[in-house]
């Protein structure tokens, strides 16, 4: 009778354990996207409101959370939405910093949405989203005069002085860009090469900087009617190149080479988007086995698996005093998350489709 009774309470005190870890890590890991730094400004007269300018912060937010999950064309169907969703989304907001100056108020505020709202109503739209990880990355402009085979770097090339231009807004990109350092060796080197610029690799000028494994080089080349610009892409091992041509415009409007920096960020990255996109059409199945005495490890596969953006959503099967049986659906190929789990330092096992994780 104590021996079933021993055994009875190690069950209850296992099932104690593994059911209070989700508990408390969902509170602190908890499934949301953070949208942080949204600026709200407007006049403070004796219309002014204070809800309406966390309506404001909300829609902003949430414009910027669809602009950096979603590929432009797809953001351009969906960013437009009536408030009461919005809001519906909303899983908490502060207020980071507010004052009023000149008749004016100014706010900063943080915003947390729920993820799987969020995914929810993506898959309603059939819009596939892309994790939101951002990137580093060595950017070097080089404009052209191809009728004068004139060479502008650095502070002569519009690009160049002009790509940080929306600095305050780079919270809506996700890669972040590193210009080129102004180096009069790179110059010669690019100059020589100025007529078969397309062919070069680059080798010399990247490998002189940690962020050599990704960098993206753009180049423009004027000619009488249009601006041809031509993009070397390489970021995480993906390698592509594209063109596209722009109707000629003065170069000294700042406005217009704004307005063309503004379509290749997005341009680049909704190629780093499609890099990171997640298929929610594949649906893997799949059972992963822990040790149910192994505490640690229970809490650690906790937090991955509210982390890691490939898992659609999981459960507790099955457990005993042995083994905590997890069923898992995830929107990916078993190697892409294999390859995640080992992030983690997680070693897996597979037998019969059945995963059994370990450190």
Known sequence: MKKL?????YNFLVLFFIYLFPFS?????????KIESIEISDEYNTNFNKDNIIDKAFNRAFQILISKITISKDYKLIKNQNLKLIKSFV?????????FENNKYHGIFEITFDKNKILSFLRSKNIFHSRMIEKKVLFIPIFIN?????LM???????YKNWYYEEHNDHQ???????????LDDYKLIQERINFIENYNFKEIISKYELNENFIIFIVFQDKDNFKTFTKFNVNSIKSNFKKEFKIFDVQDQN???????????????????????????KLNIQINIDSNNVSLIEKIEIMLNEIDLIEKYYISYFDSEVSSYSILSNSTPDKLINEFEKYN??????????????
Do not use: C
Not at 5 to 9: A, E, H
Not at 91 to 99: G, L, Q, R
Not at 153 to 159: A, D, R
């Open 173 to 183: 990109y996700l890669l972040k860009y590193i210009l080129q350092n102004e180096d």
């Open 256 to 282: 217009k080479i704004r307005d063309l920096i503004k379509f290749m960020k997005i341009k680049y990255d909704d190629e780093w988007k499609k890099i990171n996109l997640i298929n929610t059409s594949i």
């Open 146 to 150: 191809s009728e004068q085979s004139n």
């Open 91 to 99: 899983d908490s907001f502060s207020v980071v910093n507010e004052k």
């Open 5 to 9: 009774f021993k055994i009875f309470l």
């Open 153 to 159: 770097l650095f502070n002569e090339n519009p690009f």
């Open 346 to 359: 997680i070693k897996i096992s597979i037998d019969n489709n059945i995963w059994t994780l370990n450190e």
């Open 25 to 33: 890590t969902n509170e602190v890991y908890a499934n949301t996207y």
